[in-house]
Structure formats: structure tokens, C-alpha cells
């Protein structure tokens, strides 16, 4: 079964500093899909950026970016010059590019301070 | 536009109770999801769908049931309501699998069984 675990509970940076959240995934299959969600404190979750594994390029909307390793089952996301509405839950999400399960990670609560 | 719409917002349970949480959208997706996120914990997956008549177990699917008879409506029912069930869920839905597959979210319904 996959599994997609975020390490980070909490993390708290200053505005316009340059943030990083990590995200690790297990699983067999070849291709698949990655997805970086925001849910800020009104709990509608946003997409934020998403990988397709069969691309090498790393994905990046404006300011934010990801670091896709595959051989290290690796999907970090990459806040540039953070501002104080980044302050959410973000949540990392696999789905196999053959199914329709979508699995979460449990979240890392990021806190943008003036 | 509604996008994804779950009713009611806001629900307290006796024990042993049951109820149904309602989601419907009218984005005409194939694909439709329950999640239920525990205070400050990531999202499980309860049930999916892939179409109407068509439904499969998540990650945590006992306690509940669902059903899918149109593409609009997937309606989660809780069977006699435990405390272990207290939490927000979410409804979401998506066009299809391809690399666009972006979950749209409702605003969630948080549920308390007292």
C-alpha cells in the first residue's frame, strides 16, 4: 500500500523568507502523480502545485517550486519570499496514475511571521 | 458556481445515533471522495467512488457506508455514532485521473458525537 509521510508537524519562518517542506512516499509503482494542498484557517483546500513522476522537470508556480527526486521517493515544496497569507496546512498527496485512491500525508502547519 | 457542496456544516451526535452528511456537486466529476481530517491531523480516506453505482473502501472505512446513485450526490452515513467519529469531513471530486486530476473540496462538516 502507499503511504506518504510528512516529518514535519510545525514550521515557522519570517516573511519573505525562502521556506521548505518535505514529503516522502512509498510505493512500487512507476507512474504516478504528486500533489502539494493548502488549507488555510477557513479549511478550503487549495491546490497548490502538482508533479507528474514521468516528468524530470520540477514543477513551479510562481513562487512556489517543488524538489522531485524519485529515486529517493522524495516531493519537497519550495515557499519563496513568503508572505503572511501563506500561513496553512500543507498537505502533500499521491494518487497512481492507474487508480483513483488519492492518499494525504498527515500535514505540516506552516506559520508566516511579520 | 457551487463546485462541491456538503450539508449540514455543522452536526452534534448522541452515541448511538446515526446520520447522513450530503455532498453533491455540479461539476459533472466521475470521481468522489470522503476524507475525515481529526484535529490537527492529516486527511483519511473513508470511501470513494469512480462513478455512479460504483463504490470502494478507503483507509478508514468502518463505521460508515455510502452509496452513489447519480454522478451528482455521495452521501456518507454514519451507523451508530461512536465519539471515535468526532471529526471534520470533507467531500471532494475530481474530472477524471488524468495529470490534471485536481480534487475540488467542500468547506467540510464537522461532526461531534457526544
Known amino acids: 500500500a502507499q503511504t506518504v509521510t510528512q516529518s514535519q508537524p510545525e514550521m515557522s519562518v519570517q516573511e519573505a523568507e525562502t521556506v521548505t517542506l518535505s514529503c516522502t512516499y512509498d510505493?512500487?509503482?512507476?507512474?504516478?502523480?504528486l500533489f502539494w494542498y493548502k488549507q488555510p484557517p477557513s479549511r478550503q483546500m487549495i491546490l497548490v502545485i502538482r508533479?507528474?513522476?514521468?516528468?524530470?522537470q520540477n514543477a513551479t508556480e510562481n513562487r512556489f517550486s517543488v524538489n522531485f527526486q524519485k529515486a529517493a521517493k522524495s516531493f519537497s515544496l519550495k515557499i519563496s519570499d513568503s508572505q503572511l497569507g501563506d500561513t496553512a496546512m500543507y498537505f502533500c498527496?499521491?494518487?497512481?496514475?492507474?487508480?483513483?485512491?488519492?492518499?494525504f500525508g498527515s500535514g505540516t502547519r506552516l506559520s508566516i511571521r511579520p | 458556481n457551487a463546485g462541491v457542496t456538503q450539508t449540514p456544516k455543522f452536526r452534534i451526535l448522541k452515541i448511538g445515533q446515526s446520520m447522513t452528511l450530503q455532498c453533491t456537486q455540479d461539476?459533472?466529476?466521475?470521481?468522489m471522495y470522503w476524507y475525515r481530517q481529526d484535529p490537527g491531523m492529516g486527511l483519511k480516506l473513508i470511501y470513494y467512488s469512480v462513478g455512479a453505482g460504483i463504490t470502494d473502501k478507503g483507509e478508514v472505512p468502518n463505521g460508515y457506508n455510502v452509496s452513489r446513485s447519480t454522478t451528482e450526490d455521495f452521501p456518507l452515513r454514519l451507523e451508530l455514532a461512536a465519539p471515535s467519529q468526532t471529526s471534520v469531513y470533507f467531500c471532494?471530486?475530481?474530472?477524471?485521473?488524468?495529470?490534471?486530476?485536481?480534487?475540488?473540496f467542500g468547506e467540510g462538516s464537522r461532526l461531534t458525537v457526544l
Open positions: 498527496a499521491f494518487r497512481q496514475s492507474s487508480a483513483s485512491k488519492i492518499i
Open positions: 471532494a471530486s475530481t474530472k477524471g485521473m488524468g495529470p490534471t486530476g485536481e480534487l475540488f
Open positions: 510505493t512500487s509503482e512507476n507512474n504516478y502523480y
Open positions: 508533479q507528474e513522476a514521468y516528468k524530470q
Open positions: 461539476m459533472n466529476h466521475n470521481y
